[in-house]
């Protein structure tokens, strides 16, 4: 069965550098996210990617995030200046139009 | 702006106990609302999809109502197993639009 693949697992970085998480979405589908989870709190959302281009995007997503879809078929989340608040799991999803499938997600931890 | 709340936040129950799950939104103008599992430190795993023109779905031992007018969903699950123990996340969304989370009720079934 498809499924929504996250590198890497688990990420250390310290404060300040810049970190890439991958994702590679369900072929076929349309429709990108990525949401976070800071421990013990809800699943929030980050942006949404559609046809090229940020279709949505919260008040967290601001000019310390990117997105990139570089080769049709990866799809990366770049956070730039790491701060200790941007510890969290990370999720990617990616959706036909209707139902979302979702990664295992990547751990990040700065330090 | 949508909100999700479910209730209970936590439950624990004997093993065989059916038990229910309660969801409920704010703006009922949805597209779409989703059940999901969590286990501990993992991703999201999709358990059943509603679309806004349904009133339930069922698979294996889950049943999902929704009640789009009234602003709620309830996930019904029979015969509790321990595996069964894990978080569940209700989410919804609009069309075009990014899935909204709920905080999740973190279920406990003991053996």
């Known amino acids: 069965e498809p499924e929504v693949t996250q590198t890497p697992s688990h990420q250390v970085t310290q404060m300040g550098q810049e970190v890439i998480l991958r994702c590679v979405p369900i072929?076929?589908?349309?429709?990108f996210y990525w949401y976070r989870q800071i421990l013990g709190q809800k699943v929030e959302f980050l942006v949404s990617?559609?046809?090229?281009?940020?279709?949505?995007k919260s008040e967290i997503f601001d000019d310390q995030f990117s997105v990139e879809r570089p080769d049709g078929s990866n799809f990366t989340l770049k956070i730039r200046s790491t701060k200790l608040e941007d510890s969290a799991m990370y999720f990617c999803?990616?959706?036909?139009?209707?139902?979302?499938?979702f990664g295992q997600g990547t751990r990040l931890t700065v330090v | 702006k949508q909100e999700v709340t479910q209730i209970p936040a936590a439950l624990s129950v004997p093993e065989g106990e059916n038990l229910v799950l309660n969801c409920s939104f704010t703006?009922?103008?949805?597209?779409?609302l989703q059940w999901f599992r969590q286990d501990p430190g993992k991703g999201l795993t999709s358990l059943l999809l509603?679309?806004?023109?349904?009133r339930e779905q069922t698979s294996g031992r889950l049943n999902a109502s929704l009640d789009k007018s009234s602003g709620r969903s309830t996930l019904y699950i029979a015969a509790s197993q321990p595996g069964d123990s894990a978080t569940y996340l209700c989410?919804?969304?609009?069309?075009?639009?990014?899935?909204?989370f709920g905080p999740g009720t973190r279920l406990s079934v003991l053996p």
């Open positions: 999803a990616s959706s036909p139009g209707s139902e979302a499938f």
């Open positions: 072929s076929n589908h349309l429709y």
């Open positions: 990617f559609y046809n090229n281009e940020i279709s949505e």
């Open positions: 703006d009922s103008a949805i597209y779409n």
């Open positions: 509603i679309q806004s023109s349904q």
């Open positions: 989410a919804v969304v609009r069309w075009g639009q990014n899935f909204v």
